[in-house]
């Protein structure tokens, strides 16, 4: 005897379409106002007062070059933003699909996942403000 799944209702798709829905908004903000002109966002209080790149720095010229259709300067000014909007348009596919099939997500992360991640991010930000990793740097 097989399984069948439940046919999702209506209001299952309510939470995966409203973060598609604030990530949009987010991305068509961003579209809209160029970081690359001074006014609309802050300055980064580390780059401005330490000199040094924080793993955020050129996320928001990233994004807006995401929105404009030019990948490889997004990459160029934050690589690790880049692998995060592909992470999260990933899980935010598998995410809708499984709510389609009536079949529930979840993401469990352990500890260990948590701490590969920070390090990570602790990596990219390191390399990213030394000489040899300039590449990274926006």
């Not at 929105?67 to 690589?79: M, Q, R, T, Y």
């Amino acid at each position: 005897m097989t399984e069948t799944a439940a046919r999702p209702k209506p209001s299952d798709l309510v939470a995966p379409l409203g973060v598609l829905g604030g990530v949009a908004a987010a991305f068509a903000y961003v579209g809209t106002f160029d970081p690359n002109e001074a006014g609309h966002y802050p300055v980064c209080p580390l780059l401005q007062y330490g000199g040094v790149y924080c793993p955020g720095c050129g996320g928001l010229r990233s994004a807006y070059a995401v929105v404009h259709g030019d990948f490889g300067a997004a990459l160029g000014l934050n690589a690790l933003a880049v692998a995060g909007y592909v992470l999260f348009a990933v899980l935010w596919t598998v995410w809708l699909t499984r709510t389609l099939r009536g079949r529930p997500f979840s993401l469990p992360l352990r500890a260990v996942h948590w701490w590969t991640i920070a390090g990570v991010v602790l990596l990219f930000t390191v390399v990213r403000n030394l000489p040899f990793g300039s590449a990274l740097a926006p």
